[in-house]
């Protein structure tokens, strides 16, 4: 394969012709990450697809919640955001995973350090970017991180609802796998509440429908 | 597994106690179709990724030129655009290819019925949601194959110019197996000019260079 990184080099020369060197390493730079970002198609999690053939991958999971952002926008608490903002977070909030690795969210032992992992990914692939794009992708993903604005709190809602949804539909495979109790979703779908309080009452039903059908420890 | 279509019924008694019909009949429509759509992880395409392990899917790719209207907006023709349209544009051009399949863009054969494939894919699938979603939905995937508007013209132009990246980048090797030629893809691209003439000097000078590198025909 062709490294990344090496892509340019061999048509420098004649972008050189039309451009002036900062374009030229720009344009470079732009395109060296939106190489390396393929990588997230291999990120796997502990979600599985609906017909349980397979797990899926954190670039499958972006898409699916960025749709979400579309398909569930009247329940936002906050009808008020910037919903391009909302978009743009989700496609980025798991781009530290192509060096992080997903980290299952009831998995104790590998969160203590996965801020401390995410924080070094977020150094390496942002910094492939042009500076202000560099710093923009960054601040995007900690907005994500931080939930505290308004467009977070949804985007939040959604990356955990999407999952949920996707665990009750396979019977709580995953769940049962793992022996996750009620009161461990409940607490993992707090975002839910905060971002989107219509999904949250839904979010309730379905939890206590998975306790009765035994996809979740009571 | 549970049909889509059933996952809202055990719960429908108790919904009813905070909600009138027409919302619960809403919520149930929508999440429906995000079930459904989780169908879009299955559908391969003919590209591979850049490690060459596998081919993409849809909801990768879907994914993929979603990030690339971020990162390369500064090229659109138009920067006046309504960006949050142009994602959504993207995030459901695909979802026919749940029912139609992806037809690969040279398989003159595949692509005689595509169009109506498609739209007997457009009419079930967007169906699934409550009207006026399935109006805007529908709308959004007719205004990005019509490639009329700003908008549609620069989420035309990624839509093309991520998998021609991708096939660069792994030497060629799709386009080598199906012989694909300069010339063909030469026309294909002819969106990128449209929607984003700077990234269309990238394209031109990568043209170049596969061909002398024998990826592509010359």
Chains 1, 2 share one sequence.
Not at 48 to 66: F, K, P
Not at 96 to 113: N, P, S
Request: charged fraction near 30%; proline fraction near 3%.
């Amino acid at each position: 394969m062709i490294d990344p990184s090496k892509v340019m080099e061999s048509i420098t020369v004649k972008l050189n012709q039309n451009m002036i060197p900062d374009q030229i390493q720009r344009l470079e730079q732009q395109i060296e990450f939106m190489i390396e970002i393929d990588k997230l198609k291999q990120i796997s999690r502990k979600t599985i697809l609906t017909d349980r053939s397979r797990e899926e991958n954190s670039a499958e999971h972006s898409w699916h919640i960025a749709m979400a952002v579309c398909l569930f926008s009247e329940y936002a608490q906050d009808q008020e955001i910037d919903w391009y903002r909302v978009l743009k977070m989700l496609l980025v909030h798991d781009l530290v995973e192509i060096d992080a690795g997903d980290t299952y969210c009831y998995d104790h032992q590998g969160r203590k350090d996965q801020a401390q992992r995410e924080e070094a990914a977020a150094q390496r692939i942002f910094k492939i970017l042009p500076q202000n794009q560099s710093r923009s992708f960054r601040a995007l993903w900690e907005e994500f991180e931080n939930r505290e604005t308004p467009e977070s709190k949804y985007a939040n809602a959604l990356d955990r609802f999407q999952p949920f949804l996707q665990n009750y539909v396979t019977e709580g495979r995953v769940w049962r796998e793992n022996n996750i109790t009620r009161r461990q979703v409940m607490e993992r779908m707090q975002p839910v509440f905060d971002g989107a309080p219509m999904l949250w009452n839904l979010v309730k039903l379905f939890i206590d429908d998975a306790v009765q059908k035994k996809y979740l420890a009571g």
